[in-house]
């Protein structure tokens, strides 16, 4: 069986690539574009943002909090985490909607999430890949971090131009480094011909999984989606 690369392999390209890219789709967005729905349930485009926002703010945290290690997630294993709360990700939702609603002119919630995009970057690539830093309760090395970061970052630009037909699609070394986290989760290259944007799509549940993919998939098709 052929062994997946792991994820943090070329981690730092592959966060300022979805980074830049999803800065690039904001940067261009008016105050009616950022009312259209987007592909995460419930929200709008701008409550996207705001919750990129945090996740680029959540970067800065982590990389100002050292942590002794070993490290106990690493670029995989940090969404094993994910998807057991549905409540409290209906909170979360919730409340980046109400935060993304203050804002009432776009342009500022725009003007924030490029200067806090911007400074995440900067900051990765300033900070040692093998160091460990601590965040949302566990242990990573920031070449993981960055990594995860960059895997969040290219989802949610497939879920922000769900309704921008015109928009850049996510950087191809972002979707890369979404196949390696996948196919990690997996524990196996997928048995299925998928582009990496539609591999990122049925592998955290924006999409679901036809007869014939559930088929080549085998009983690894019930795990799917692998984190959501």
């Given at each position: 069986?052929?062994?997946?690369?792991?994820?943090?392999?070329?981690?730092?390209?592959?966060?300022?690539?979805?980074?830049?890219?999803?800065?690039a789709v904001v940067g261009g967005l008016g105050d009616e574009e950022s009312w259209a729905p987007s592909g995460c349930t419930?929200?709008?485009v701008r409550d996207l943002v705001f919750h990129c926002v945090g996740d680029a703010r959540r970067a800065l945290v982590a990389l100002h909090t050292p942590a002794e290690?070993?490290?106990?997630?690493?670029?995989?294993?940090?969404?094993?985490?994910?998807?057991?709360?549905?409540?409290?990700?209906?909170d979360g939702r919730r409340f980046d909607r109400v935060a993304a609603s203050m804002f009432l002119d776009f342009r500022q919630l725009r003007a924030l999430y490029l200067e806090t995009a911007a400074a995440t970057v900067r900051a990765t690539a300033a900070t040692p890949s093998d160091?460990?830093?601590?965040?949302?309760?566990?242990?990573?090395?920031?070449?993981?971090?960055?990594?995860t970061l960059?895997?969040?970052?290219?989802?949610?630009?497939?879920?922000?131009?769900?309704?921008?037909?015109?928009a850049p699609r996510p950087a191809p070394a972002a979707l890369?480094?979404?196949?390696?986290?996948?196919?990690?989760?997996?524990?196996?290259?997928?048995p299925v011909e998928w582009?990496?944007?539609?591999?990122?799509?049925?592998?955290t549940g924006r999409a679901p999984?036809?007869?014939?993919?559930?088929?080549?998939?085998?009983?690894?098709?019930?795990?799917?989606?692998l984190f959501s």
């Open positions: 069986m052929t062994t997946p690369p792991h994820p943090r392999s070329g981690a730092a390209g592959a966060l300022r690539a979805a980074y830049q890219g999803f800065a419930g929200w709008a290690g070993p490290p106990d997630r690493d670029a995989v294993t940090y969404w094993r985490d994910w998807g057991d709360d549905p409540v409290g990700a209906a160091r460990c830093v601590a965040t949302q309760g566990h242990v990573l090395t920031v070449g993981d971090l960055m990594a960059a895997v969040e970052a290219a989802v949610h630009h497939l879920d922000l131009v769900v309704h921008l037909p015109d890369t480094t979404v196949r390696a986290t996948l196919d990690g989760l997996l524990g196996r290259p997928a582009t990496d944007e539609h591999y990122a799509r049925v592998g999984l036809t007869d014939a993919e559930r088929a080549a998939l085998g009983a690894d098709a019930d795990r799917f989606p």
